[in-house]
């Protein structure tokens, strides 16, 4: 008896830490940014003009503003490192990178890898750049046609699923664009902002967007697992709600030539200090 | 019955019968020195027309945003896609041929080992690498290999091209390790026997008399190797590695990715990897012409 008692405390022993560590923080990533003094942020380089390059090779845009913010507040150095699609989480697993912004659709099986604090700091849609003279008015006319898109996007397998349109997916926007104007597809499907935008170049006269937008979508900036509960977790989670108060999303909104979104201004308008004029 | 006549013979007179001359393929035949050979045989007068074509067919397709337009936007990224792009697929190949060459040349002595586990083991590390795809191996290691490595509270960072290297590293080891194999059976056995009965042990018969027979056979087909290699570099782009085409690519997004940016900067790439790759072709061509069996 005396025997068992012994085994079982230290058995007790041995499993205490283990549980304890399970629900307190450690903070690594908040610690290890505030002794080498630099936060690494994960953005992309490919995507004007959330994040591309100047013809100097820097990464500018409005998530590397962003990143810059959340640096200036921590105090610390920021290095910018360009992620793609289809490595950006394994970075922040990894912990190559300590926060990520990099354009990223909230997603519940994102959620699982990453954290991803809420408020979310911009939301855009799906919809399809087409020509005029094809005159689609509903998505279920895609059934069964050639659809151009861009690799890793999650939309593709929406409008492949729901509508039974044929996606072709390439490496790049550029690709894609050219495979509409061959005519290998009849419509380019991408979010609806940078559809606008390429809308508003006036390069794309004789094309249309005709469908309603679908799936609006927020994006998510993203934290490794661990902290999602922590300090960096949280204080990311205050970043985005100054970011939504101040209306600094709204002004890089319009710094960087973006078209005003609905969403940023309900954010704007659902955060504000209502006491402030009173 | 009797046979009178053969049909074949008696139709030609006798010092015409059917027989097979000796074989003199024309053009490259398909070995492992096909590409360089392909690429080698290119005549420059060729390349200068198309060189002088190129730009002409490109601006005659053009369209609203023109290619007028897309090549000056090519100008102001040159700089960046030569110093932060292509540097970058010389270093890549320049160190994963090193690495390679390296870890070729034990694999390929491992293969011709007396040890009967040393020589398994060299065999069937070349045959996993050389059957592999590269962009598989290129993977596994880009991601399952760590970003930094602590040695005694000195933490080094391992950047991503630096990860490519090991990767690419690593099928042209086993390439390699084949060269060698077989250039060391490719000189007659009567030289270790003539070794032998001078009293030479194996390895010093390997070391004082095989190999430095080896050694000019074994230029020709290395560097078609290295030819190989640095145009598989793009290879990493794939996964996100900063060299010429992640950057040609994220060029031509800064550029609102007009569809016309793709004939000029892809365009570039091509002609960066030929002016690079062309003159080894040439030479490889020359040391093989030179050093072939008399």
């Given at each position: 008896m005396k025997n068992f008692m012994s085994i079982s405390l230290l058995a007790a022993a041995l499993i205490s830490p283990s549980l304890a560590t399970a629900e307190t923080c450690e903070n690594e990533t908040w610690n290890k940014i505030m002794t080498r003094g630099k936060l690494v942020v994960g953005v992309k380089?490919?995507?004007?003009?959330w994040g591309y390059r100047n013809s100097g090779g820097e990464i500018i845009g409005m998530e590397p503003d962003l990143a810059a913010d959340v640096a200036e507040t921590m105090g610390v150095e920021l290095e910018l490192m360009p992620v793609v699609g289809s490595n950006r989480l394994q970075f922040l697993e990894q912990g190559q990178i300590d926060i990520l912004i990099a354009s990223m659709t909230d997603l519940p099986d994102r959620r699982k890898i990453v954290g991803i604090p809420s408020p979310n700091y911009y939301s855009s849609g799906t919809n399809i750049l087409s020509p005029?003279?094809?005159?689609?008015?509903?998505?279920?006319?895609?059934?069964?046609k050639p659809v151009c898109a861009v690799q890793g996007a999650y939309f593709n397998k929406l409008v492949e699923n729901r509508y039974g349109a044929k996606i072709s997916a390439f490496q790049g926007t550029a690709e894609a664009r050219q495979a509409l104007r061959d005519k290998k597809c009849v419509a380019f499907v991408f979010d609806d902002s940078g559809i606008m935008s390429s809308l508003a170049s006036?390069?794309?006269?004789?094309?249309e967007m005709p469908l309603p937008t679908e799936d609006a979508a927020s994006w998510g900036l993203a934290v490794p697992k661990a902290e999602e509960n922590c300090v960096l977790g949280r204080f990311m989670s205050g970043m985005q709600f100054y970011w939504h108060r101040e209306e600094t999303l709204v002004e890089l909104e319009k710094k960087w030539g973006i078209?005003?979104?609905s969403y940023l201004a309900e954010q704007a308008d659902k955060y504000a200090d209502h006491l402030l004029d009173k | 019955m009797a046979i009178k006549y053969i049909p074949v013979t008696t139709?030609?007179?006798?010092?015409?019968?059917?027989v097979l001359k000796p074989f003199s393929p024309k053009g490259a035949a398909y070995d492992e020195m096909y590409f360089v050979r392909w690429l080698g045989g290119l005549k420059l007068k060729y390349v200068a027309l198309a060189a002088l074509l190129w730009p002409a067919i490109a601006f005659a397709q053009?369209?609203?945003?023109g290619m007028g337009d897309a090549f000056e936007a090519l100008l102001r990224w040159i700089p960046f896609l030569t110093f932060q792009g292509f540097l970058y697929n010389v270093l890549i190949s320049i160190f994963a041929m090193t690495i390679g060459t390296v870890a070729g040349m034990a694999l390929g002595l491992g293969q011709l080992s007396n040890i009967s586990a040393v020589r398994r083991f060299a065999y069937f590390t070349t045959q996993i690498f050389r059957n592999s795809p590269w962009l598989v191996i290129l993977f596994v290691i880009l991601l399952a290999f760590p970003f930094e490595v602590t040695v005694f509270d000195i933490t080094i960072p391992i950047p991503a091209w630096m990860k490519a290297v090991v990767g690419l590293s690593l099928p042209v080891m086993a390439n390699i390790s084949e060269i060698v194999r077989g250039a060391v059976r490719s000189v007659p056995s009567t030289q270790w026997e003539a070794a032998e009965s001078l009293s030479f042990n194996r390895t010093q018969t390997m070391w004082q008399i095989i190999l430095p027979q080896c050694f000019k056979r074994m230029i020709p087909p290395w560097m078609n190797w290295y030819a190989i290699l640095t145009m598989a570099t793009p290879l990493c782009s794939l996964l996100g590695v900063g060299e010429i085409i992640t950057h040609s690519r994220q060029a031509m997004a800064a550029e609102n990715?007009?569809?016309?940016?793709l004939v000029p900067f892809y365009g570039y790439a091509l002609v960066v990897f030929f002016v690079y790759c062309y003159p080894i072709a040439r030479l490889t061509i020359a040391l093989e012409k030179r050093f072939a069996f008399k």
């Open positions: 380089a490919d995507y004007k003009p005029k003279k094809l005159g689609f008015t509903q998505w279920e006319e895609l059934r069964g006036g390069q794309w006269d004789d094309f078209q005003s979104t | 139709q030609y007179k006798q010092d015409r019968l059917a053009s369209g609203g945003y990715n007009y569809p016309e940016l």
